[in-house]
Nanobody, 115 residues
């Protein structure tokens, strides 16, 4: 079992920056990859970025060059640095971990883009 807790969401102005963090607990040594997904009202949940245990990253085309996913100093944390934020980035952001073939989700953190 893996538990995920997100933090760092909030209000950001268009063009601004925000950093999200996710901390995993439980069976963290079996985690294969961790990442971020988002869901805007009326839309399906979509991939934002993933980083695997080797540090290989995958990004959605819509965030390439603006968002950066990285591992923390400890095995069980991952962050998403969001820059040049756009109104289209407004959504609930969910941390996700894949471990032993199972997917685990955090409770989500709201990112609101407004001037």
């Amino acid at each position: 079992q893996v538990q995920l807790v997100e933090s760092g969401g909030g209000l950001v102005q268009p063009g601004g920056s925000l950093r999200l963090s996710c901390a995993a607990s439980g069976s963290i040594f079996s985690i294969y990859n961790m990442g971020w997904y988002r869901q805007a009202p009326g839309k399906q949940r979509e991939l934002v970025a993933i980083i695997d245990k080797l540090g290989i990253t995958t990004y959605a085309d819509s965030v390439k060059g603006r968002f950066t996913i990285s591992k923390g100093d400890t095995r069980n944390t991952v962050s998403l640095q969001m820059s040049s934020v756009q109104s289209e980035d407004m959504a609930v952001y969910y941390c996700r971990a894949k471990s032993n073939g199972r997917l685990y989700w955090g409770q989500g953190t709201q990112v609101t883009v407004s001037s």
